[in-house]
């Protein structure tokens, strides 16, 4: 820095000298600063939870958290933020063990917008990506104006690597407009609960009902949707071993069915209750049973069939995620008009 020439030495007076010096310690100070660098806020690292304690509430959004799915790096669920006007619904993403959120993603940015969007049915595949269906409507709608079905990077869910219309037809002709319980399986295929909406008034209030047709399968490879044979009336499935499913059927809803590679369906076991949400619990297929009041999960010995152990705790739970490789679980339980998620864990 440069000091204009008045105040070069030997050309100071008395009565300057003080000035002079209040100058100098004045423009000594502003050159310690550098005002070509903009000031920078550090995002903070993720905390762990604020307890060890199980079982532990891992979310505490006074909205609506729903439908988690696991893998053993990540917990990932729809978020309804409270203070949003348009009501959109966001993926959120947790350390397995639950803490601070590791990413939170909403259709169109932070800001509300005039449109009703949900981003639901979150799952997360092996190779980093992310799958998802995207609803939207107008504020307050009654039925969505659309859908469509999203993979994605799993960091960026609006970074979009396939989109395509969840709307086809099935081998028998009935046509598919809705689809539920998206998973990832073995092949890399996306495999959900196909069927159909029926809206109807009760009291005077809109009900939604989805009636499933079968299971079927999207390849990202080629886009296209296929049928999983056998699977006729299935509302819930999970991932079995050498390319097969477990799945329930509306027909028989006790009973864990598996369906092979090779298109066999063989019924492995039955549960004490109706089934509500299947899911593997420390490498075993487990049933969230139907329930009003109370918490009641059945595992099965996935090699003899036989009952494994009952969990049961106090609430209403929704859905039911394992964590893979341990014997955790994420449970989305209902209290009043609110969902969050909780973590548990199996007994040994």
């Known amino acids: 820095m440069h000091l204009p020439s008045w105040a070069e030495p030997g050309r100071i007076s008395g009565g300057t000298a003080k000035r002079y010096a209040l100058f100098v310690s004045t423009v000594i100070a502003l050159a310690a600063c550098d005002h070509s660098t903009p000031y920078a806020v550090t995002e903070p690292e993720p905390q762990g939870p604020a307890t060890s304690d199980l079982p532990r509430r891992l979310t505490f959004n006074m909205g609506t958290d729903r439908d988690p799915s696991a893998t053993a790096d990540h917990i990932v669920y729809t978020q309804f933020p409270p203070g949003r006007s348009d009501r959109d619904g966001c993926i959120?993403?947790?350390?397995?063990?639950?803490?601070?959120?590791?990413?939170?993603?909403?259709?169109?940015?932070p800001a509300a917008d005039d449109r009703q969007d949900a981003w639901l049915f979150p799952t997360l595949s092996r190779d980093g990506r992310i799958a998802y269906l995207w609803e939207w409507?107008?504020?307050?709608?009654i039925v969505p104006n659309g859908r469509t079905l999203r993979v994605a990077t799993a960091e960026h869910p609006d970074s979009v690597l396939l989109e395509q219309s969840p709307?086809?037809?099935?081998?028998?002709?009935r046509r598919v407009t809705a689809i539920r319980d998206l998973m990832w399986d073995e092949a890399g295929r996306i495999r959900f609960v196909a069927g159909v909406d029926s809206y109807s008034v009760?009291?005077?209030?809109?009900?939604?009902?989805?009636?499933?047709?079968?299971?079927?399968?999207?390849?990202?490879?080629?886009?296209?949707?296929?049928?999983?044979?056998?699977?006729?009336?299935?509302?819930?499935?999970?991932?079995?071993?050498?390319?097969?499913?477990?799945?329930?059927a509306a027909d028989a809803p006790q009973q864990l069915r598996l369906r092979a590679a090779d298109g066999t369906v063989t019924t492995v076991a039955t549960f004490t209750r109706s089934v509500l949400r299947l899911a593997e619990i420390d490498g075993a297929p487990s049933a969230l049973g139907s329930a009003a009041d109370s918490v009641h999960l059945q595992r099965i010995d996935p090699v003899t069939g036989a009952p494994a152990g009952v969990y049961a705790v106090a609430g209403r739970a929704n859905a039911v995620a394992g964590i893979p490789g341990t014997n955790r679980f994420v449970l989305e339980i209902e209290l009043a008009r609110d969902r969050d998620l909780w973590l548990h864990e199996w007994p040994r």
Request: proline content about 8%; aromatic content about 12%.
């Open 92 to 109: 959120a993403s947790l350390p397995p063990a639950g803490g601070t959120l590791t990413g939170l993603h909403c259709p169109g940015g």
């Open 137 to 141: 409507a107008l504020i307050g709608g």
């Open 167 to 173: 709307y086809f037809s099935l081998p028998d002709g």
């Open 202 to 248: 009760n009291l005077g209030v809109w009900d939604t009902t989805f009636i499933p047709f079968t299971l079927a399968t999207l390849d990202p490879a080629d886009g296209e949707y296929r049928a999983v044979s056998g699977s006729e009336g299935a509302y819930t499935h999970l991932t079995a071993g050498d390319d097969g499913v477990w799945f329930v």
